[in-house]
């Protein structure tokens, strides 16, 4: 009893342990994953009550209330749907147990603690949470460029003279080639798999 209070105390409770590959089948979150889509984990992070499941998809974090209750809640959370930002790497002190991962999915924070001696792999993580985060960043502008663009050519034909062309005709022939290549554009720049970016960091 005296080890757990003291424990608790000196926040080492909730210190989270990287999950090998192998053992991934033993956790909660690999039950969600959806395999039957190629969807693939790539780190996993499991504390006494949590586990943050990342996968080329989504963050899955399976949410415990506390070590000592058996009930879960689920929370997914689609990279497509939810942009990572502000990822940071918090290294230990001296007489520090743990380091600490911090990122923002959406307008939801996380910080994560890993045991220090785990520094090695939770950097590579880090590495591939930052490179997916500055592909989001690049992408939604290369996005909002081109609904300026369209917006912009539509508006210049509003303000022609409907005697110099027919406007009609013209309008259409814009606005289907307009969302006939933003639909391209954001095919190509509004990224849901990111295996490509986790490979590269995580399995090197």
Same mark, same amino acid.
Request: hydrophobic share 35%.
């Given at each position: ?5 003291? $424990?608790? /105390?000196?926040?080492?409770? =909730?210190? &989270? ?5 192998a053992?991934y089948d033993?956790?909660d !979150? =690999? ?16 504390t ?6 990342? *996968?080329?998809? !989504?963050?899955?974090?399976v ?5 000592? $209750?058996?009930?879960? *809640?689920?929370d997914r959370?689609?990279? +497509?749907?939810?942009k990572?930002?502000n990822?940071?790497?918090e290294? #230990? &002190?001296?007489?520090?147990?743990d380091?600490?991962?911090? @990122?923002?999915?959406? %307008?939801? /924070?996380? +910080?994560?603690?890993?045991?220090k001696?785990?520094?090695?792999k939770?950097?590579d993580l880090?590495? !591939?949470?930052?490179?997916? /985060?500055? *592909?989001?960043?690049e %992408? ?5 460029m081109?609904?300026q663009s369209l917006?912009? #050519? ?7 003279r409907?005697?110099?062309? =027919?406007? #009609? ?6 606005t289907?080639? &307009?969302?006939s290549?933003l639909? +391209?554009v ?6 849901? =798999? @990111? ?5 590269k960091y995580?399995n090197?």
């Amino acid at each position: 009893m005296f080890k757990k209070i003291t $424990s608790d /105390a000196l926040g080492l409770s =909730d210190i &989270g342990k990287i999950i090998d590959p192998a053992d991934y089948d033993k956790t909660d !979150a =690999d039950d969600y994953v959806r395999h039957e889509d190629d969807e693939k984990i790539y780190f996993l992070i499991k504390t006494k009550a949590d586990e943050y499941c990342f *996968t080329n998809l !989504a963050l899955i974090h399976v949410d415990g209330e506390n070590a000592a $209750s058996s009930k879960r *809640t689920l929370d997914r959370y689609p990279y +497509s749907q939810y942009k990572i930002s502000n990822v940071f790497l918090e290294t #230990a &002190g001296k007489i520090d147990m743990d380091i600490e991962i911090k @990122f923002t999915l959406g %307008n939801q /924070a996380f +910080s994560i603690d890993v045991h220090k001696e785990e520094i090695e792999k939770l950097k590579d993580l880090y590495k !591939a949470l930052l490179h997916i /985060a500055e *592909t989001m960043h690049e %992408n939604g502008i290369i996005l909002e460029m081109g609904n300026q663009s369209l917006y912009k #050519a539509v508006n210049v034909l509003q303000h022609t003279r409907a005697a110099e062309t =027919d406007l #009609a005709s013209q309008y259409k022939e814009i606005t289907e080639y &307009g969302f006939s290549w933003l639909k +391209s554009v954001r095919e190509e720049y509004h990224a849901k =798999d @990111f295996g490509d970016i986790f490979e590269k960091y995580i399995n090197n």
